[in-house]
């Protein structure tokens, strides 16, 4: 059995979305071994992937760090990859496919451009049609990569949610990546006396991640934790899928919960777009506005009363 390697690094919502793509990959490839390249985060998520039989942890140090570089290379060159597929398509894959994977065959943003075409041009569509496209030029038939089924990745989350309180509640996510700070909306705090207000059934949590436990009890709504530590990945799925509604900045989970079909609504400023990320649906909708500074209230309050079904 030949062997094929995936690399997709992270971040949480870009893995999120690739999962599509590694099951098409996976169909196409039946008679193949996938492992996939990520990042250490994800090691225990994707371990209970379906779509993959193995996976192998990138440090990403420096590449000045040829000691590193020397052993990463021994241990992908062990596998003799018959092809390998880069979703990730950054400066670091490219220096991989130049420098320690050779001899296989590459699927990337660099082998998929037509001629004339420049990365940049390319890198202008939405995330999940450049995934597409690439897919297509490296004979994959594409089935999953729109939408990624995920429910692999949930489970029953009764004795967390249970430990905290019952019925309907809003799932809200104030918070971003340090490195991103300007996806922040500013007024999570006055949003949430609003959905109190108008919303007197349902209860209101916060899911923080590692760094923002301290944080998320601020807000004085319920801080949804285990053991008094964060949820581990699948759990964070598994209480978005259960939640009635979901608020979040672009981030990782507003990503999951486009792709679970939630009910619920992201929050964008001039960073990017929703249609270039690839955010938005039937039911997971979102807000644009130039400055997210600009973005009021009553805007968010009256769009979640329009959408809570």
Known sequence: MSNIL??????LGDLIQACG???DIKLSHKQHK???LTSKPYLNFMYECPYVDGVLIDQRLPRWNIFY???LKRLLTRYNFEKVYDLQNSSRTRFYRK???TKPEWCSTDTTLEPGQSKKD???????ERMVAQLKKGGISIVNTFNPNLKWATSDISKIINKFFNGKYFLIFPF???KNPQKKWPYYKELIEELRRHFTEYNIAIAPGPKEIDLATEFGVYTLLKDRMPLNIKELLSVIDRADFVIANDTGPAHIANHLNKNGLALFGSHTSPEKVSIGNSNFKYLKV??????KVEDVINKVKELVK
């Open 6 to 11: 995936i690399i997709k690094h992270g971040s």
């Open 21 to 23: 793509a590694i099951e």
């Open 34 to 36: 996938i492992l996939l």
């Open 69 to 71: 570089l020397a052993k």
């Open 99 to 101: 420098f320690l994977l």
């Open 122 to 128: 390319f890198d202008r569509s939405p995330v999940l």
């Open 176 to 178: 971003c990546s340090e």
């Open 290 to 295: 130039d400055q997210l500074a600009d973005l």
